[in-house]
């Protein structure tokens, strides 16, 4: 995947050079109604790029901090969850031992019964 991505880079940056290449008039940008800056269009188009690229990459960083907060929240629930689950199990056990201690004992002569049914 980073071989297509690299690819492609240099697929855009190789036509933005060529294009710069063979624009060299000079432009005029209204930055604002009072402010206008003449530039040749190649220094404008890599200016725009380089802002543009700039902008791609922080909105990255956004989004990637979303879901790393969101993954967080997540990962945080699921403790909450399991230790939950974990003292329930830890109830059932108690349960179950205590039933175990409430029971008859178990007569020799039927457990030796029991053993040679199931052989």
Not at 42 to 56: F, N, P, R, T, Y
Not at 60 to 76: C, D, G, P
Not at 77 to 105: D, R
């Amino acid at each position: 995947m980073k071989q297509i991505n690299f690819v492609i880079i240099f697929i855009l940056c190789l036509a933005l050079a060529l294009f710069a290449l063979e624009n060299t008039q000079t432009g005029t940008i209204n930055v604002v109604p009072q402010l206008q800056v003449e530039a040749p269009i190649a220094v404008e188009l890599l200016l725009a790029s380089g802002i543009g690229a700039v902008l791609a990459w922080l909105y990255s960083i956004w989004t990637r901090l979303q879901r790393l907060i969101l993954s967080s929240q997540q990962m945080r629930k699921k403790n909450v969850q399991i230790k939950e689950l974990e003292k329930k199990v830890e109830q059932y056990q108690l349960e179950v031992q205590s039933l175990k201690l409430a029971l008859p004992p178990v007569n020799d002569s039927l457990e030796k019964e029991a053993q040679a049914i199931a052989q």
